[in-house]
C-alpha cells in the first residue's frame, strides 16, 4: 500500500522570484505564476459546486456487503474504451503518454524484431480498462488513484481482442493528514486475449477523501513554479535526446546491479498533455451521452457555473478551480498516466527483445499543471528463473522542485548468451 508522506511546503521559484522582484534567471519573468488578488477572488466566486459525500457508518457497511463481487469493468458506463489493440488505438495511446518508441507504431520497424510485427506497450491495458480499485460506492467521496501491481504473462499482439474482469479485494480504513479518515478501495483485474489466454493481472488501490475535509485542511498547497528560459530549453533537449534501446540487444550478462537507467522526462504538464492522455487512454462523452450517466451516477456530474454546461468532475484533471473543490491547488495528473509514465524508461531500457514481466507503482505526490517529471530507474538485482533471466528495477519519478511524486520496481525478462536462448 501507499505510504503516505507528509508534504513539507517547498518555496517556490515563483514566489522567490516575486521577492527578488522578478529578478529571475534568464527571462523567467515571462514564465512565472499568476498573481493572486483579483484572479483569486474570481477562481473562488466561479467555483463549481461539486457533490460533497460523506464516508458514514451506513455507506460503509453497504460497500463492504459488496467485497468479493465481480465488477462490470466501465469507463463512464459505456464499456472498455479499447477492446481491440489496433494500430489505431495503439497509435493514440502511446501519443497520449509520449512514448516515441518505433516498435509500437512502425509496422517495417517492427517487422524485423524478434516479435515479427507491430505489439503495444504492456501499459496499453490501461486504456481498455483502468483499474484502481473503482468499483463504486460512497458516492460524492472523491477517488485518488493511488498505485497499482502488475504481472504481465505474455505481449500484446496486433489485433487481439482483450477482455477484462474486475473483483472488489479491500475496504481498509486509515487515518491521513490530507483529509483525516479515508478508505483505501482495492480491486484485481485479469486481461485476457481473444484465445483465452491470461495477458496480464492488475492489482489497484485508491483512497476516497470527504472533499470538505481535503479543502479545508488544505495540506498540498503550493504556487506553480517558475522556470527560466534556460530551464525550458534543457527540458525540450532532454525529450529530443531520450535514448531508446531498440535493435541493440541488452543481455543479461551484461548487466551490473547499480547501473543506472536512462531518464525520460515529461513536462511541463499542460492542458494539452491531460487531453492527449484522456484521448488515447481514457475515452469521454458527450451530448446525450453525458446526460444519461448524469441520471445514473449524479454526484459524479457538476453544472458549470459561468457555462452551465454539464461536467464531470473527473474535470479536476484539467480545471483547477474543479480540482479546488477537492482541496488541491491546481489541476493534476491521472494516477494511470504516472503509471503508464514509470513503465516508459524500462521498454526503452529493455530493448526490442526484452519483455516487462512486473511493473509496481505508487503514487506519492501529486503532479499539478506546469509540474515536470523525470524518470528514473536503478538495476536492484538479477535472477534465473527456469528458463527466464531476470533483471530487477528500482523506479522513481522525480518533479523540478527535487519531491519524489511516485516510486515502484518492475521486473525485466532479458535475452541471454546462452545457446538456444528463444524468449517467450
Known amino acids: 500500500m501507499p505510504d503516505w508522506h507528509a508534504h513539507h511546503t517547498h518555496a517556490s521559484r515563483c514566489e522567490r522570484s516575486r521577492r527578488r522582484g522578478g529578478r529571475a534567471r534568464g527571462r523567467a519573468a515571462?514564465?512565472?505564476?499568476?498573481?493572486?488578488?483579483?484572479?483569486?477572488?474570481?477562481?473562488?466566486?466561479?467555483?463549481?459546486?461539486?457533490?460533497?459525500?460523506?464516508?458514514?457508518?451506513?455507506?460503509?457497511?453497504?460497500?463492504r456487503s459488496r467485497l468479493g463481487s465481480y465488477n462490470r469493468p466501465s469507463f463512464y458506463g459505456l464499456g472498455p474504451l479499447h477492446e481491440e489493440a489496433t494500430r489505431d488505438n495503439i497509435r493514440h495511446f502511446v501519443r497520449g503518454i509520449g512514448d516515441p518508441n518505433p516498435l509500437w507504431v512502425d509496422a517495417e520497424y517492427a517487422a524485423s524484431t524478434r516479435w515479427g510485427g507491430i505489439i503495444?506497450?504492456?501499459?496499453?491495458?490501461?486504456?481498455?480498462?483502468?483499474?484502481?480499485?473503482?468499483?463504486?460506492?460512497?458516492?460524492?467521496?472523491?477517488?485518488?488513484?493511488?498505485?497499482n501491481d502488475w504481472v504481465w504473462h505474455r505481449p500484446i499482439m496486433?489485433?487481439?481482442r482483450i477482455t477484462v474482469q474486475e473483483q472488489f479485494t479491500g475496504l481498509d480504513e486509515r487515518q491521513g493528514e490530507f483529509a483525516g479518515r479515508t478508505m483505501i478501495q482495492s480491486s484485481i483485474s485479469t486481461y485476457r486475449n481473444q484465445q483465452g489466454e491470461v495477458i496480464a493481472e492488475c492489482k489497484g488501490w485508491q483512497f476516497r477523501a470527504e472533499r470538505r475535509a481535503a479543502r479545508e485542511r488544505g495540506k498540498y498547497q503550493r504556487e506553480p513554479y517558475a522556470y527560466s528560459e534556460d530551464e525550458l530549453v534543457e527540458i525540450e533537449e532532454q525529450m529530443l535526446n531520450e535514448e531508446i534501446r531498440g535493435a541493440t540487444a541488452r543481455f543479461w550478462e551484461d548487466v551490473q546491479v547499480g547501473d543506472e537507467v536512462p531518464a525520460v522526462v515529461k513536462g511541463p504538464l499542460s492542458l494539452g498533455d491531460i487531453a492527449a492522455f484522456e484521448a488515447g487512454c481514457i475515452g469521454g462523452m458527450a451530448h446525450v451521452f453525458s446526460v444519461r450517466e448524469s441520471r445514473r451516477h449524479p454526484a459524479f456530474w457538476y453544472r458549470d457555473p459561468n457555462t452551465g454546461a454539464l461536467e464531470a468532475v473527473i474535470r479536476v484533471h484539467a480545471a483547477s478551480g474543479t480540482a479546488g473543490q477537492a482541496g488541491l491547488p491546481m489541476a493534476y495528473d491521472y494516477g494511470s498516466q504516472r503509471m503508464c509514465w514509470l513503465g516508459h524508461p524500462v521498454t526503452n531500457w529493455m530493448g526490442n527483445d526484452g519483455f516487462m514481466t512486473r511493473l509496481y507503482g505508487e503514487v506519492r505526490r501529486f503532479n499539478y499543471l506546469g509540474d515536470?517529471?523525470?524518470?528514473?530507474g536503478r538495476v536492484s538485482g538479477k535472477q534465473i528463473e527456469g528458463a527466464d533471466h531476470l533483471v530487477d528495477l528500482d523506479l522513481w519519478a522525480e518533479n523540478q522542485i527535487g519531491e519524489t511524486t511516485?516510486?515502484?520496481?518492475?521486473?525485466?525478462?532479458?535475452?541471454?548468451?546462452?545457446?538456444?536462448?528463444?524468449?517467450l
Do not use: N
Open 30 to 63: 515571462r514564465y512565472a505564476c499568476p498573481a493572486g488578488g483579483e484572479e483569486a477572488a474570481m477562481a473562488e466566486q466561479d467555483a463549481p459546486q461539486i457533490s460533497e459525500g460523506l464516508i458514514t457508518e451506513e455507506a460503509l457497511e453497504r460497500l
Open 120 to 147: 503495444a506497450p504492456p501499459t496499453f491495458l490501461y486504456s481498455v480498462y483502468w483499474t484502481s480499485g473503482r468499483t463504486g460506492g460512497l458516492p460524492g467521496v472523491h477517488g485518488f488513484h493511488a498505485g
Open 158 to 160: 496486433l489485433g487481439d
Open 372 to 376: 515536470t517529471t523525470w524518470l528514473r
Open 406 to 423: 511516485a516510486k515502484g520496481r518492475a521486473q525485466v525478462a532479458l535475452p541471454t548468451r546462452t545457446p538456444g536462448w528463444e524468449g
